[in-house]
């Protein structure tokens, strides 16, 4: 169970942090893995970088940004959300909401979408950062808002799931679900497609809601919790499901890495993984930062183990991100590390903030956009 210990944004925990290292179940300190030495292979280029605001702050909300069309967004812990063309690093806009945001930025279809700690969620023109609509869910929303046409789905840490009217922020409809006494602190974010949005829960189940009713059209069990204690029965679905080519994959806490047809609601396969991060697809292959820190390549048809870098072991690492035939994780010191996917060796490594690196990187016509811990917006590409 290191990682509860490990990552200090888990709710109802105690935490005994030293240094940069954590405490194990024996009460002796673990420490981060030391970086390996390695011939580069690849140069990283930085193309242009801005800076958002204040960064992300001591609570360790996991800011990250959001892409529309030519545009990204980002945000700070204070309320600074800016837009800037992800071509040329312009700044196009920038807005102060004078709130304390705690999540990341979601965006699509011409909006851009924050929520604050005290549970208000509010909507901007991507155009020019006007406000279109806000409103108060009463809890804290740490999951990227996503869009479809239609409306805006916010999943909140209380399990439920609130879409509103993506144009006028009426309330559409809410999903309810029945959260565990103990759970990792933040939650998935959701995937919306035209008709319907998969949404994962605390308690280990992937859902499939109808965006007409939000109505469950089918639920499937990705891990069952096991052992004794609410410690050992954590299950949570706090990474993001994956959607490639027509499959659902999705992985859980303490659980596994699953399949899933959506269009029968059937496992086609299941492998043992423990994380709590978004996953990524290339040459074939899923990704995914385990809660040790391990990074694991699985064949996406076989469910086969392909490799697993085992080398960055308690170094905080973030969800995976592929850029050109690498994939990518950054750390607790803000490094990025590329390894092949092929076979997982380290082709090149960047410090992009000394600050540290939370949120989940994004990969965009072989452009990787960073937001450091310290509030810096990179844009990153591989020679």
């Given at each position: 169970?290191?990682?509860?210990?490990?990552?200090?944004?888990?709710?109802?925990?105690?935490?005994?942090?030293?240094?940069?290292?954590?405490?194990?179940?024996?009460?002796?300190?673990?420490?981060?893995?030391?970086?390996?030495?390695?011939?580069?292979?690849?140069?990283?280029?930085?193309?242009?970088?801005?800076?958002?605001?204040?960064?992300?702050?001591?609570?360790?909300?996991?800011?990250?940004?959001?892409?529309?069309?030519?545009?990204?967004?980002?945000?700070?812990?204070?309320?600074?959300?800016?837009?800037?063309?992800?071509?040329?690093?312009?700044?196009?806009?920038?807005?102060?909401?004078?709130?304390?945001?705690?999540?990341?930025?979601?965006?699509?279809?011409?909006?851009?979408?924050?929520?604050?700690?005290?549970?208000?969620?509010?909507?901007?023109?991507?155009?020019?950062?006007?406000?279109?609509?806000?409103?108060?869910?009463?809890?804290?929303?740490?999951?990227?808002?996503?869009?479809?046409?239609?409306?805006?789905?916010?999943?909140?840490?209380?399990?439920?799931?609130?879409?509103?009217?993506?144009?006028?922020?009426?309330?559409?409809?809410?999903?309810?679900?029945?959260?565990?006494?103990?759970?990792?602190?933040?939650?998935?974010?959701?995937?919306?497609?035209?008709?319907?949005?998969?949404?994962?829960?605390?308690?280990?189940?992937?859902?499939?809601?109808?965006?007409?009713k939000g109505t469950a059209?089918?639920?499937?069990?990705?891990?069952?919790?096991?052992?004794?204690?609410?410690?050992?029965?954590?299950?949570?679905?706090?990474?993001?499901?994956?959607?490639?080519?027509?499959?659902?994959?999705?992985?859980?806490?303490?659980?596994?890495?699953?399949?899933?047809?959506?269009?029968?609601?059937?496992?086609?396969?299941?492998?043992?993984?423990?994380?709590?991060?978004?996953?990524?697809?290339?040459?074939?292959?899923?990704?995914?930062?385990?809660?040790?820190?391990a990074v694991q390549a699985?064949?996406?048809?076989?469910?086969?183990?392909?490799?697993?870098?085992?080398?960055?072991?308690?170094?905080?690492?973030?969800?995976?991100?592929?850029?050109?035939?690498?994939?990518?994780?950054?750390?607790?010191?803000?490094?990025?590390?590329?390894?092949?996917?092929?076979?997982?060796?380290?082709?090149?490594?960047?410090?992009?903030?000394?600050?540290?690196?939370?949120?989940?990187?994004?990969?965009?016509?072989?452009?990787?956009?960073?937001?450091?811990?310290?509030?810096?917006?990179?844009?990153?590409?591989?020679?």
């Amino acid at each position: 169970m290191k990682s509860i210990y490990r990552f200090a944004g888990i709710a109802l925990v105690s935490l005994a942090v030293t240094g940069c290292g954590f405490w194990g179940d024996d009460g002796e300190e673990i420490k981060p893995s030391p970086l390996v030495s390695f011939d580069a292979e690849k140069k990283v280029d930085v193309l242009w970088s801005v800076s958002v605001g204040s960064g992300a702050g001591n609570k360790f909300n996991q800011f990250q940004p959001a892409i529309d069309g030519e545009m990204i967004f980002a945000a700070d812990k204070d309320g600074t959300v800016v837009a800037v063309n992800r071509t040329s690093g312009k700044k196009l806009w920038q807005v102060e909401l004078e709130i304390a945001i705690v999540g990341g930025v979601g965006a699509g279809f011409g909006k851009v979408a924050v929520a604050g700690e005290e549970g208000e969620v509010i909507v901007l023109s991507a155009e020019d950062g006007s406000e279109l609509w806000r409103d108060n869910v009463r809890t804290e929303v740490t999951a990227a808002a996503q869009f479809n046409r239609d409306i805006a789905v916010f999943q909140l840490i209380n399990g439920k799931v609130i879409a509103f009217d993506a144009s006028t922020g009426s309330r559409a409809w809410t999903y309810d679900s029945q959260v565990p006494r103990l759970t990792l602190r933040g939650t998935s974010s959701p995937i919306v497609a035209s008709d319907v949005t998969f949404a994962g829960f605390a308690s280990g189940k992937l859902v499939a809601l109808d965006n007409a009713k939000g109505t469950a059209i089918w639920e499937n069990r990705v891990a069952l919790p096991q052992g004794r204690s609410e410690l050992e029965r954590m299950v949570d679905i706090d990474g993001r499901p994956l959607l490639v080519d027509g499959m659902l994959y999705v992985t859980s806490y303490q659980g596994r890495l699953v399949a899933i047809n959506p269009f029968r609601a059937q496992v086609v396969w299941a492998q043992d993984v423990s994380s709590y991060r978004s996953l990524a697809a290339g040459f074939g292959n899923i990704y995914v930062s385990e809660e040790d820190d391990a990074v694991q390549a699985f064949d996406r048809s076989s469910s086969a183990s392909v490799w697993r870098q085992a080398k960055l072991e308690n170094r905080e690492i973030s969800a995976p991100a592929v850029l050109d035939s690498t994939v990518a994780v950054a750390d607790y010191e803000g490094y990025i590390h590329f390894m092949s996917q092929t076979d997982g060796r380290f082709v090149a490594r960047y410090q992009v903030d000394s600050s540290g690196v939370y949120g989940d990187m994004i990969s965009k016509d072989d452009v990787l956009y960073v937001l450091g811990n310290s509030g810096r917006l990179a844009a990153l590409q591989l020679q």
